[in-house]
């Protein structure tokens, strides 16, 4: 169970971990805007917009992995295998973020199917 909440926890972080480039760039285009962030954000281009799109894809992906813990911790499936595919899950959605920044794409779409496809499989397997 203590790697299942480790994942969690690194599933949380990842949006804010990978909010850092898009900061970086926005900082770029004449500092910061706190005052009206999003609309700033909305003018970025090159790797701040692939910065931002891997970003708020992560807030998109915790749900569907926060479900798929929530089935683990409710049938109390505490498996190695399922630990490997929260681990896969958080393996690949850090590597999606790198492949997004890179503009890797082809690469980057296997890497996001993989991480659903473990978040879903440990769905199946808490359910057999």
């Given amino acids: 169970m203590g790697i299942l909440i480790i994942c969690a926890i690194l599933a949380i972080l990842l949006p804010y971990f990978a909010k850092i480039p898009v900061a970086v760039a926005m900082n770029k285009e004449g500092g910061y805007d706190n005052k009206h962030p999003r609309e700033q954000q909305k003018k970025l281009t090159g790797l ?5 799109a891997a970003h708020q894809n992560c807030f998109e992906s915790l749900s569907v ?3 798929a813990l929530a089935v683990a911790f409710g049938t109390q499936t505490y498996t ?3 630990e490997w595919l929260a681990i896969g ?3 690949a959605r850090a590597l999606y973020c790198v492949l997004y920044w890179a503009n890797i794409d082809v690469l980057r779409s296997i890497v996001w199917a993989l991480g659903l496809g473990c978040a879903i499989a440990i769905i199946v397997v808490c359910g057999v």
């Fill in 48 to 52: 701040g917009a692939r910065a931002l």
């Fill in 80 to 82: 190695s295998l399922v």
């Fill in 89 to 91: 899950h958080i393996v």
């Fill in 65 to 67: 992995f926060a479900v």
